[in-house]
Every structure is written in C-alpha cells, then in structure tokens.
C-alpha cells in the first residue's frame, strides 16, 4: 500500500508533534530536579588540659543553627567554687570564626566541676 502525499505530510507533522512533545517532557523532567540541602549534625567531645567537653552537639541547616546539650567536667578537681564563669563556643562556618554559643554563671559560689553548656538556637550561618 502506498501513502499518497497528503497521508505522508501528516504522517510528517504527527512525527514532529510526537518529536517535540517528548523534548519538552524531558526539558520538564530536568528542571523538576530538586536542589539539593545539607544538613549536618555533629555530637562533638574531647579535652584540654583542665577540662573534658563529652556529647556536644551541633545542627546545622541552611536555616538554623542549634547548639549545646554538651557535658563539662574539670579534671583533676572534685570541687572548684566561684563567684564568675564564662564559656564561648567557637566554629569555623565558610572561613570564618564565629561564636555559635556563650554561657555565664555569676553571683553566688558555684560548684562549676561539673556543668552543662545549655543550649542556643540561632539562625541563618551558612552561606
């Protein structure tokens, strides 16, 4: 059987049709793909000649920065009072040093060989 002119012309335009329709599903396709998020957590210890820093923790999102929860102990001390005590958590974000937590206690003595860094919630510090 043979097509006559006008049957391969539509049959042409269909192929066309057909053509494009599948390029803009898969133009579609490809900007549909989502931009991808990091998120970090990090549960950090360690130590320094005086004290031992165990389970502190970092969340870290586009959006927020958490901090803290973390345990401090003072070696080589069963009790040491003061009036004054101060901490600051430093991180490097995007080459920059930034203090992400600080924590004060003063007034009346305090047992401080064993304390908690609390908590901070903050907001954007990425880039």
């Not at 539509?10 to 803009?24: T, Y």
């Not at 898969?26 to 000649?49: A, P, Q, T």
């Not at 502190?56 to 102990?73: F, V």
Request: net charge positive; glycine share 10%; aromatic share 8%.
């Amino acid at each position: 059987m043979i097509a006559s002119r006008g049957e391969r012309v539509s049959l042409r335009k269909k192929g066309i049709v057909i053509f494009l329709s599948i390029i803009l599903v898969i133009f579609f396709l490809v900007g549909c793909e989502k931009e991808r998020v990091n998120n970090y957590y990090l549960s950090l210890s360690g130590e320094s000649e005086s004290w031992e820093v165990d389970s502190y923790k970092i969340l870290l999102k586009p959006d927020t920065l958490k901090a803290g929860n973390g345990n401090l102990t003072m070696k080589k001390k069963t009790e040491f009072n003061t009036d004054f005590f101060s901490l600051r958590v430093h991180a490097v974000i995007d080459n920059g040093n930034r203090v992400i937590q600080g924590k004060s206690i003063k007034g009346c003595e305090s047992d401080i060989t064993q304390t908690t860094t609390g908590a901070t919630k903050g907001g954007t510090y990425v880039s």
